[in-house]
């Protein structure tokens, strides 16, 4: 394990938030590399789930990846532009969840 | 047995072919990828205004003499409601714009929370939302209004499909309501009723003359089409001529991005999220679908869209039916269809004869007739009698078609 940490912020809207709490923001810490890999993004998603995620985890994660419907933007931009679940973390990194589901 | 995962059959396309720059101004990090293409934030929202406009009625259309025409929004404060406000606000509320377009504009919010339990009433959510708006005004309605109980309900016994007419026991509007949504037969006819009565108020409180905008997604669209196909209602996917929806070809994440970067604050949906329902299940398949295949789930909803139904002719079937529950148009002759299309054992003649003459069955559409029968009963003794009150309007139309049906009879007693 790494001395050294990564912090992220991550953030929950459009009812993800029930998830989790009912908390919208938090302040996450991860080490810089997992399985002997820098960590990346689906490292993060599985982190949140053992983690943060209070209730009904199929919700949220899907076959290690996020359920389709959820947005994901990494630094305010899409993580389709990314690499996704590739992605590999930054210290200071900004990732936000958003529910597409929450009605018309 | 095999359990592949879905990839190893059908592999997703990358999501973007033309690297990291925005397709239009080719000038800026792309920000957003919307079916393949790469947008930057600022040719999002160019895109997202101009898909909008597109679809915005002319309003040399609705002009009355002297007066601007007025413009109805049907404000569920959900995510698309949310987008398409602001956009409403942004292209016809500009700061220092010269004249109104629209005038006025009234936003049609229905409270629903009276319909579950234990979710919280967010009118004052929605005032503060609306009131942010410049020169957009808020009219609140509540689901109960459907349920005028001042002239007293009507209800149906929902035990016999043909569906004789019976009393309503329920002193209040938020009772009646209630009984209305208990005597459903599915959590999905739960849904519908909700959606149903939701659409009545608006449609019955905004002006006749003007349009009227719903928020409905392309990504909501393809899911009611193809859930309103599930739900027998094929004959209605073509909505009367002044809904407009114009964010119908924007899908849902394209106005969670929107909602996003302009700060919104959409409501979260009512109710469970609804996977015991078609609605929910249908959601699921769509938003995968979209997922995997982002330009089937418009293709999906323009076909769906195309498929206009035959209406009557007159000459064969009378005058047009207006569905007294939902008020939509309808087809003559619901039993008649569900006697043909599946085998069915109506109850015995004797109870037949009691109730001729006041069944409610063919006041209603196919939909309706379904949503209020769908779960077969099994009949027996421990089956209880559902009595279902229905709203104000179906009360009175009901009362008038049976006035109507025994004009040629009546006596003219003084009065
Ligand atoms: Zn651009
Ligand atoms: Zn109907």
Not at chain 2, 30 to 38: A, S, W
Not at chain 2, 151 to 167: F, G, I, K
Not at chain 2, 381 to 409: G, H, Y
Request: hydrophobic share 35%.
């Amino acid at each position: 394990m790494s001395s050294d940490a990564l912090a992220l912020k991550v953030e929950f809207t459009g009812g993800l938030e029930l998830l989790f709490d009912n908390k919208k923001k938090y302040t996450v810490s991860l080490p810089r590399t997992t399985d002997d890999a820098p960590t990346n993004l689906t490292h993060l998603i599985l982190w949140l789930k053992d983690n943060l995620l209070k209730e009904r985890p199929e919700l949220f994660v899907e076959e290690r990846t996020v359920r389709p419907g959820i947005l994901v933007l990494v630094n305010e931009t899409d993580w389709e532009l990314e690499g996704e679940g590739d992605y590999q973390l930054k210290d200071g990194d900004e990732i936000i969840f958003i529910s597409t589901l929450h009605g018309g | 047995m095999s359990c592949e995962k879905p990839e190893d059959v059908m592999p997703r396309k990358p999501r973007h072919d033309r690297g990291k720059t925005c397709h239009k101004c080719k000038t800026q990090p792309g920000q957003l990828i919307v079916r393949h293409f790469v947008y930057c934030k600022d040719c999002f929202f160019a895109h997202v205004h101009s898909k909008f406009r597109r679809q915005m009625p002319a309003r040399e259309a609705y002009c009355q003499p002297e007066q601007e025409p007025s413009l109805s929004v049907a404000f569920s404060g959900g995510l698309g409601a949310s987008v398409l406000l602001d956009l409403v606000a942004r292209t016809y509320r500009r700061e220092g714009a010269r004249k109104p377009v629209w005038s006025p504009i009234t936003a049609y919010y229905v409270e629903t929370c009276a319909a579950y339990d234990g979710v919280p009433d967010a009118v004052e959510h929605v005032k503060e939302v609306v009131n942010g708006y410049r020169g957009i005004e808020l009219v609140v309605l509540r689901l109960e209004d459907a349920f005028d109980t001042q002239t007293p309900l009507l209800a149906l016994s929902l035990a016999d499909e043909r569906l004789p007419l019976s009393s309503s026991s329920s002193a209040t509007p938020t009772d009646a309501l209630r009984a209305h949504l208990a005597a459903l037969p599915t959590p999905t006819a739960r849904l519908q009723a909700i959606s149903n009565l939701t659409y009545a108020l608006v449609l019955r409180a905004a002006p006749s003359h003007a349009p009227i905008l719903f928020g409905t997604h392309l990504t909501a669209l393809a899911v009611s089409l193809i859930s309103g196909v599930a739900h027998g209602a094929g004959y209605n996917l073509t909505p009367p001529a002044r809904i407009v929806r114009p964010l119908c070809e924007i899908s849902a994440k394209e106005c969670a991005a929107y909602a996003h970067w302009r700060a919104l604050r959409p409501l979260r949906s009512r109710g469970p999220p609804g996977m015991d329902s078609v609605l929910g299940i249908t959601r699921d398949f769509i938003v995968r679908l979209d997922r995997d295949f982002p330009s089937t789930v418009s293709a999906v909803a323009r076909t769906c869209a195309k498929v206009v139904p035959k209406r009557d002719s007159s000459s064969s079937a009378g005058a047009p039916l207006t569905c007294a529950l939902c008020e939509r148009p309808a087809q003559h002759g619901v039993l008649e269809w569900k006697t043909r299309t599946a085998i069915r054992s109506f109850s015995s003649d004797s109870e037949q004869d009691k109730t001729e003459g006041t069944a409610v069955a063919e006041e209603l559409c196919y939909a309706c007739h379904t949503m209020l029968t769908s779960r077969a009963r099994v009949r027996g003794p421990s089956d209880v009698e559902q009595v279902l009150p229905v709203p104000s309007w179906t009360s009175s139309t009901i009362r008038a078609r049976m006035r109507e049906s025994v004009k040629d009879f009546i006596l003219d007693d003084e009065d």
